[in-house]
């Protein structure tokens, strides 16, 4: 429960913190979640490297689908008083979105 307990510290939720059977559940489904978009992502990128010139589309998907995650994640994590958590999301989406838009990759499609 230690990692658990100091990322909910972290991001300075609503107290107390009720680590009950559902909330175990929830938290190892979302690291599967997680870990399971990420093996997605790196095998789109590499995906798209290979096409070249023609993976715009699958770029401007990498940006959909990061936007919609991005809307809803930190959406749900104001509302619910986790808004700390937004400000991790854009640093992420900007770790994302920078370098892909300053490769050119758009462009050349």
């Known amino acids: 429960?230690?990692?658990?307990?100091l990322l909910f510290g972290a991001l300075n939720g609503p107290e107390p913190l009720v680590l009950n059977a559902q909330m175990r559940f929830?938290?190892?489904?979302?690291g599967a979640?997680?870990?399971?978009w990420?093996?997605?992502?790196?095998?789109?990128f590499d995906a798209a490297h290979k096409l070249g010139a023609q993976a715009g589309p699958t770029w401007r998907?990498?940006?959909a689908s990061a936007g919609?995650?991005?809307?809803?994640d930190s959406g749900l994590s104001i509302t619910t008083g986790f808004g700390v958590n937004a400000l991790s999301n854009?640093?992420?989406?900007?770790?994302?979105l920078v370098p892909m838009l300053?490769?050119?990759v758009l462009r050349k499609a």
């Open 38 to 44: 990420a093996l997605t992502l790196l095998v789109t």
């Open 90 to 96: 854009t640093a992420l989406l900007a770790g994302l």
């Open 33 to 36: 979640v997680t870990f399971g």
């Open 26 to 30: 929830a938290m190892a489904l979302m």
């Open 61 to 63: 998907g990498v940006i």
């Open 1 to 5: 429960e230690g990692p658990t307990r």
């Open 102 to 104: 300053a490769s050119g």
């Open 68 to 72: 919609a995650w991005y809307v809803i």
